[in-house]
């Protein structure tokens, strides 16, 4: 049986005042109970968020991280500044990031390494733009993204974090991938990492992002392999967020 795994990206939104008010309500939930939940906070709040959520059940997460130990890499951040903060680990290849900032595969593969090597926890993102969709090539890219990361590091290694399987065309649009559309590529992605290790896919969390609410929530995590969420606007409301987080 997997605990159910829901971040809240919070992309690049909130101020020091706004966020107060929204660690708060995250703070004081009574909600979380057998459900592991982390938020992916833009890095300059790391110390807010970590300090907010010291002694609290909720883990605090960079939204991406420098592959580099450290050095001439202006604008990047490394694991250790996330441990500095006592960040549990980051997203990494985030569709956001692989389309916005460039980020290949090799180099989302180096991200997890440097995570990994620190003994962090990385959440692996996974997506297929719409053109990809309709050209019928879903599988072929979320494996593709997937494998680079497998091949490398292996299952074992995978399955300290969490898979986010993320549509492009389902992320901040409203349009959310059906529960059977979505459960039909979570088990095709395990079935790859079962290919590597088949405990290792068993035991792995691959969670859905995409326009995820607390009123589709239910019927996403209804699917035999979806095991939680990863979600972008919605966890910019407590109650929203919190919702999805009881759902799960
Ligand atoms: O990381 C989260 C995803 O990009 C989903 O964002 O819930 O705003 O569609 P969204």
Same mark, same amino acid.
């Given at each position: 049986?997997?605990?159910?795994?829901? %971040?809240?990206?919070?992309?690049? @939104? %909130?101020?020091? +005042?706004?966020?107060?008010?929204?660690?708060? =309500?995250?703070?004081?939930? +009574?909600?979380?109970? #057998?459900?592991?939940?982390? *938020? !992916?906070?833009?890095?300059?709040?790391?110390?807010? =968020?970590?300090?907010?959520? @010291?002694?609290?059940? *909720?883990?605090? &997460?960079?939204?991406? *991280?420098?592959?580099?130990?450290?050095? =001439?890499?202006? $604008?990047?951040?490394?694991?250790?500044? &996330?441990?500095?903060?006592?960040?549990? $680990?980051?997203? /990494?290849?985030?569709?956001?990031?692989?389309? #916005?900032?460039?980020?290949?595969?090799?180099?989302?593969?180096?991200?997890? =390494?440097?995570?990994? $090597?620190? #003994?962090?926890?990385? /959440?692996?993102? /996974? #997506?297929?733009?719409?053109?990809?969709? +309709? !050209?019928? +090539?879903?599988?072929?890219?979320?494996?593709?993204q997937l494998v680079a990361v497998l091949e490398q590091y292996g299952a074992e290694a995978l399955a300290t974090g969490v898979l986010a399987y993320e549509p492009v065309w389902a992320i901040g649009t409203g349009l959310t991938a059906t529960p059977e559309q979505a459960q039909a590529v979570h088990a095709s992605l395990r079935a790859v990492v079962a290919a590597f290790d088949i405990n290792a896919a068993n035991a792995l969390r691959i969670v859905y992002g995409g326009s995820v609410k607390a009123d589709n929530a239910a019927g996403l995590f209804s699917m035999p392999d979806i095991d939680g969420a990863l979600v972008g606007g919605a966890s910019l409301s407590a109650s929203e967020f919190l919702a999805i987080c009881q759902a799960a």
């Open positions: 049986m997997r605990q159910p795994w829901v %971040g809240g990206n919070w992309k690049m @939104n %909130g101020l020091r +005042e706004s966020n107060a008010a929204l660690l708060g =309500a995250l703070k004081g939930a +009574e909600q979380l109970a #057998g459900v592991d939940v982390a *938020i !992916a906070v833009p890095a300059p709040y790391w110390q807010q =968020a970590s300090e907010a959520m @010291n002694d609290c059940a *909720i883990n605090v &997460m960079a939204q991406t *991280i420098s592959p580099h130990a450290s050095g =001439a890499y202006t $604008g990047d951040c490394s694991v250790a500044m &996330m441990q500095d903060f006592k960040l549990s $680990g980051a997203l /990494v290849g985030h569709s956001e990031r692989r389309q #916005g900032a460039g980020e290949s595969d090799a180099l989302v593969a180096a991200q997890f =390494a440097a995570l990994r $090597g620190a #003994g962090l926890s990385a /959440v692996l993102c /996974v #997506g297929e733009t719409l053109a990809e969709r +309709e !050209a019928g +090539e879903t599988l072929a890219v979320v494996s593709r």
